[in-house]
């Protein structure tokens, strides 16, 4: 099938360049020239383990061009991928996707095209991405003017994106659901057809994303508009609030004496609740989850209704950041002049994406009470760099530099560097030899046994 994607982010990129990969053929289109172009020569503008691997596969497959005309007229389907950034209020800013969906309608040439919200979009955004289209497409020189003009149908559809940065590929390829909303019959079909490969699970894998052996067939859940909008953010929110959950208990766990770790598989274990997130530690970060909740409660309170499960999610894990600082003050007494590492400022592992990264919000909690801080991370530093520019003189290139007179480090993303790293060769660099174990993940013994005083998140 033809298929253009809007938009190369983590999202249209990953759709992209896996529906290529599958067969279908599908231009990418973006405004941005420098990522068309480096795109074209086959470099990937995100960090993503495999991306470049597929794009290299997938590359008979696709086109970049950042010309609307170049990709809409004659696609099936349409992905509209673009950013929708916080707004100041938290609301999502809809702006790229109102000028998105004008531009797709300037140029839709086909007896029937599905146009796809992918981006995460505040619920009842089909209804006003389908009125935008309707609108721009009814003020059509070319088409007013044209009475033969061939018939051109067009219909909105949901299909949201689960996809986990750094594992972009094997979600996008072995998801556990695709999930299809549109009230059009005819938009989900086009759709099913379109995800026949994956449903099935029919296709040869890529040499380096090896298919799981429990990945037979792929469930389907074909829906309306509404429903397809909604699962997205109930999905994310819950998965929001079973972190914040574990980090409720392990709050609990310090003060009982009991091990998290434990709890957590022992609850973990049956197969209602899962044992998948639930680690504890500093807590959530990212694009989405912060987000998601937020536009959530949001779009309930238009409804003058409240979550309160979905805010004390959010609440407990703005608190396990503060709890980390109060950690190292409870035992350092002074933070003012102390010198604190932090190791890792991605908010999570194999990717440089920095938003809403726990790390950021722990070093401004300790800037604030005087200590002197310094952050370390094996991928994200140029970013952190570019986007925080204040903040660069805190960053290290160097573990030396972090480690060195320090008063105490905290661990805070779960870089797999981080986890095999010789800690023995650093302990006698530090000044006060104290890691706080912000991710769960440090051999408590091991840690002691070098001579460090390991602390957890749980007290
Ligand atoms: C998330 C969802 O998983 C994905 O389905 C959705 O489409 C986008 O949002 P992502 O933000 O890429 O994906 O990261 P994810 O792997 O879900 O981790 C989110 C955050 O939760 C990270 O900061 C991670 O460190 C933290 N986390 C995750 C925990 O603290 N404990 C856990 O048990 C799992």
């Not at 982010?9 to 973006?30: N, P």
């Not at 998290?260 to 530690?281: M, N, W």
Request: hydrophobic content about 40%.
């Amino acid at each position: 099938m033809k298929v253009c994607v809007v938009g190369t982010g983590y999202v249209g990129l990953t759709t992209g360049v896996s529906l290529a990969f599958l067969g279908h053929e599908v231009t990418c289109v973006d405004l941005d020239q420098e990522k068309v172009d480096m795109l074209r020569g086959g470099r990937c503008p995100i960090y993503e383990p495999g991306m470049e691997e597929l794009l290299a596969e997938a590359a008979p497959n696709l086109t970049f061009t950042t010309s609307y005309a170049e990709g809409v007229p004659g696609a099936d389907v349409v992905f509209v991928a673009v950013q929708t950034p916080s707004a100041p209020d938290g609301s999502p800013d809809l702006r790229y996707l109102r000028s998105a969906a004008e531009s797709v309608a300037q140029s839709l040439d086909h007896d029937f095209t599905v146009v796809v919200n992918k981006s995460t979009v505040p619920i009842g955004s089909g209804n006003w991405v389908d009125a935008i289209l309707r609108d721009s497409f009814a003020t059509r020189a070319d088409r007013a003017q044209d009475q033969d003009a061939r018939p051109c149908e067009f219909s909105v559809a949901s299909n949201p994106e689960f996809l986990r940065e750094g594992n972009a590929i094997h979600d996008t390829l072995f998801p556990d659901r695709i999930v299809i909303g549109s009230d059009n019959p005819r938009a989900l079909e086009v759709l099913n057809h379109l995800y026949r490969p994956l449903i099935n699970q029919t296709f040869t894998p890529p040499t380096f994303q090896p298919r799981p052996d429990d990945t037979t067939a792929v469930p389907l859940v074909s829906t309306d508009l509404a429903s397809a909008e909604l699962i997205k953010y109930a999905a994310n929110a819950f998965l929001a609030l079973k972190i914040s959950y574990v980090n409720e208990i392990g709050q609990l766990a310090g003060k009982v004496g009991a091990d998290i770790t434990e709890v957590a598989r022992g609850i973990g274990l049956d197969q209602r609740i899962g044992s998948r997130f639930l680690e504890p530690g500093v807590g959530w970060g990212g694009s989405c989850f912060g987000k998601d909740t937020k536009a959530l409660i949001a779009t309930a309170s238009e409804y003058k209704y409240d979550m309160p499960i979905v805010q004390a999610a959010r609440d407990v894990n703005q608190r396990q950041r503060e709890i980390a600082v109060e950690r190292l003050q409870s035992e350092l007494r002074i933070l003012k002049g102390r010198k604190i590492g932090l190791l890792g400022v991605a908010f999570k592992p194999n990717t440089d994406d920095l938003r809403d990264s726990p790390a950021l919000d722990i070093a401004q909690l300790l800037v604030a009470r005087g200590a002197r801080v310094k952050l370390h991370d094996p991928i994200a530093g140029d970013r952190f760099r570019r986007e925080y520019p204040e903040m660069a003189p805190h960053l290290s290139d160097t573990l030396d530099g972090v480690f060195d007179d320090c008063d105490a480090v905290v661990l805070v993303t779960k870089w797999a560097q981080y986890l095999e790293l010789d800690w023995g060769k650093f302990v006698g660099l530090m000044r006060t030899p104290i890691v706080l174990d912000g991710r769960n993940v440090l051999d408590q013994d091991r840690m002691e046994r070098l001579g460090f005083r390991y602390l957890s998140m749980a007290g």
